[in-house]
């Protein structure tokens, strides 16, 4: 059984990427909210998620902190940004910690005495690099031109959202 949950916040945030690379023909308030809507709402279905997980900790615990972040960003954005530029900023910082995570939670993996999964361990490795790798683009990108670092960031978390759907078929939970 797939979880829907991972798929709705996958899907939340594809959207809020989408949101971003329409920003310009949307307006930054709409852009805005949108924005802070569908993260938000992410969060909500990732820590569901996570709160199915029982008998991996380490996903648990991965899925919180992911889902803990998404919420994060949208009451950041709501709260602290007046311009797509700083939403560009803000959405750098949070694919730079995603990217900071992923890795983690590979170490974590190796650490926590649980059965390898080497396709999910090496995915989430090289997830981790290449959003760190997209964070830094982004924020040297915006600095010579702004609607090049909203493309990036909306092309960015679309390629995440729909990730998040892609894993939700490999995370297949016992229907309990």
């Not at 994060?72 to 694919?95: H, K, N, P, R």
Request: charged letters at 15%; a positive charge.
């Amino acid at each position: 059984m797939i979880n829907k949950n991972l798929v709705f916040s996958g899907a939340n945030m594809a959207l809020a990427g989408l949101c971003i690379l329409l920003s310009e023909y949307l307006g930054t308030t709409i852009t805005k909210v949108s924005v802070v809507l569908l993260f938000i709402s992410g969060g909500y279905f990732a820590l569901r998620f996570s709160q199915s997980i029982k008998d991996h900790y380490v996903g648990k615990q991965f899925h919180f902190l992911q889902a803990l972040g998404m919420m994060t960003f949208g009451i950041l954005v709501f709260f602290a940004s007046d311009s797509l530029e700083e939403i560009t900023t803000f959405a750098s910082y949070i694919v730079m910690i995603f990217g900071f995570l992923e890795i983690g939670f590979g170490f974590m993996f190796f650490n926590s005495g649980l059965k390898l999964k080497w396709d999910i361990v090496i995915y989430r490795f090289v997830s981790g690099f290449l959003s760190i790798v997209g964070a830094m683009v982004i924020l040297f990108s915006s600095m010579e031109d702004k609607n090049t670092g909203l493309i990036i960031v909306g092309c960015l978390l679309i390629m995440r959202g729909i990730t998040f759907t892609f894993l939700a078929q490999k995370l297949k939970l016992d229907p309990r």
